[in-house]
């Protein structure tokens, strides 16, 4: 009795007592303030060994056998023009989300920093009110803690800076973490260990000389603090857009121009600009590089001439390049897509080549002869479809077959008109077999797709494509979509107020998908997903359209809406949800979905981005686009797709 | 015996503990309530993005990603939240490239997106 009684006596001790009332004052505002030690995470660097993390690329094992071909489920649309009443989706499933403010977004990343996954959330151009401090800020980068991704954690938002699409926004950003860059001395590693560094770039492609459109290097080590770290020529540099970053090596392929140094592109006004970016604080330039054609001094105008202009659909001066994907040091090659979403060249480049032949005279570094810009080259080709095609994304799979090499690229163009556009070309993805470089082939082909590829998604599924007489090698768009002019074609992913067609593929060369998925984005028709493990014979497998979380979307699927308090502190709270209303022909003006990029995570998580202001998605994998992963449905096929 | 050294003390975490609890993410402050009469006085097709910030105030929000738009509404749209007899809106300028308004549409709880105004550019150039 005496003995129980003693520790009952002894907490009352007004001493005791005391401690306790301050700990109980003090513990909770500790964890409100919350963000301590746990953001600065030095545990050791987890980085994936593979692309761009590191130059491990896994082999794909290509085969030969003859699936069905699925028939995706219909995605149902209100037929009043209005939108979808909820989110559709065959072998995928939410798991997760975030409407990241409103703000609309180009790409996701998500990086393992520590024991924690961060993911960077790029976004377009525009502004809307930050949830963490009540302020308006231009749109720049989100940052969340995704390590549970059931429940995104918003840390913070790095804004950019204001101006049109072109000169404001973010758009594309890669991280790398300090342990993982070489370091030419000690005290360079010293400096960067346990940091994580983000190189982003701001605006796009306005032309102008602006201090808008630039390269940011930012330390985010501690994602809910980041600092900047330098910006990479402020001053001479425009023209950005999707950059690469080999964290292994430290070169770093960004997309820029400098209007001083006399460069000529048709459309974007893009070329790229190399450099090792290992120290991330001392940027150390290498050289520029392009499309022969590109260089300074070449013809701005006149007839198409080989080599300086190859094929039917290129032009006089060739694309501005919209982003390299390099396979790094153990494969030696670079992709690079020009075009974007017309005239479109793909590129195959010897990456030592590239990185070692103007090193000198000096000048070849800024001003490279045509044989200069000829001397990486290892192959190229043009798309389907002539000048309606563009490069947008080439992301290649080193893979066998039979125990015999054989090598993919993945091509992407981008969509650039609302609703369809009359006269303009499905764009879609494209697989072109590389092993022989010199001479790239088409496969997995559909003559009966007007993009003539397997890797198309039917136009709402329920329509036949028109075509229109033209002088093009593809079909395009009729005239009439729209509901002012084809009343009987209501339910169409052609209706949707906006963008419908692919833009990019995910580009982690991460082992458990690799060669087996291609996971594209296409706008108001959501995420795609297809088998490709027969690469010749491509079949869809899974797809995921969110919900706009408009008005339409009611009763919520997804907690976190705009029209919700966001924990605790209240979200932007303006009403009817956060997607915005584009508006197609004749002023057609829905909410619409507009799945900008897809990207995975190295655990196969998918996160798509919303351009529309929908917000994140995460995604996982399910039935048998699961089974593609695991391998376990070629020995008795699935009849549970739908 | 008495406790009164340990009072300040107390008082001290007390405040401590606001002082960091302030740093716990703050109320969003609310929206502008614009008015549906005010929302009229726009011109589509002549008011400039400085008339529209005169009549409605600084949007909420502001979106541009419309850099390829078949009837070329691409430039800005500004997002705000206004109210009518039908009960509370978002309504939606958006401007051309060269900063003029187009077109103005509200969204209300239900229904479709309305369209209030519009005002299409006189020529179209798309391109990518």
Redesign the interface.
Known sequence: MHSRSMPLARLLH?KIL?VL??LI??A???V???DHDGDRDRDRDHSPDYPPYGSHVPTAHFDHKVRPQLTPPAVTLLN????RVAQSEWNMKLVGYDNLD?R?TYQPLVVRQGNRYIAYMAH??????N????Q?ENNGTSLLDVTDPHHPIYLSHIPGFAG???A??NQMAHVCSGDVLPSNSRAEAKRKEGHYYLLRSNG?SSGLKTPTETQQIWDVTNPSAPTLLTTINADLYSNTHKNWWECDTGIAYLVANDPTQNWVHS?STQHLKIFNLHDPANPEYIRDFGMVGQQPGSATSGACTPPACEGPSTVIPPSGIHGPISAGTEKNRVYMAY????SGVVQIIDRNVLLNNCKSPAACAVSPSQADMLAPQKGWFTLPGGVLQ?GHTSMPIFGEENGRTRNILEVTS?E????C??G?APHAVWLYDITDEANPKQISVDANDPANTLLDVPNGFDYTWTFAPHTFAVGVYPASLTPTDNPANLNSFCNEGARFGTHAVTELFYPPYYGKLVIASWFTGGVRVWDIRNPDAARPIAYFVPAPN??YS?PYTVPNSCDET????????????CT????????H???NI?TNNPEVDDRGFIYIAD???TGMHILKLTGAAKSVVDGDDDDHHHHHDH | MSYRWALPLVVIAVLCSLALGADAPKAVPATKDISMDTVAKIKVGSSTMDEVRELLGTPWRIINDLDCHPEGYQGEAWEYVGHDADGSAKVTVQFDPAGIARLISKSQAKGPVIILAAAPPPSHNHSH
Do not use: Q
């Open positions: 007004p005391f009332l301050l004052t003090v909770p505002a500790y409100m303030a919350g009043d023009g209005s939108g409103g609309s377009h151009a525009g502004s809307a009110i949830r963490l401090n009540g308006l049109s699409i072109d404001g926004g796009n459309g075009g974007v979403g017309g563009g981008e650039g008109g609302n609703e556009t009359a303009s408009g008005p009611a966001v924990g605790g502190a209240g979200g932007p709270g303006f009403g009817p949800g915005f209303s584009n508006s197609g022909r004749n002023g003006t829905v909410f507009h351009r529309s202001g």
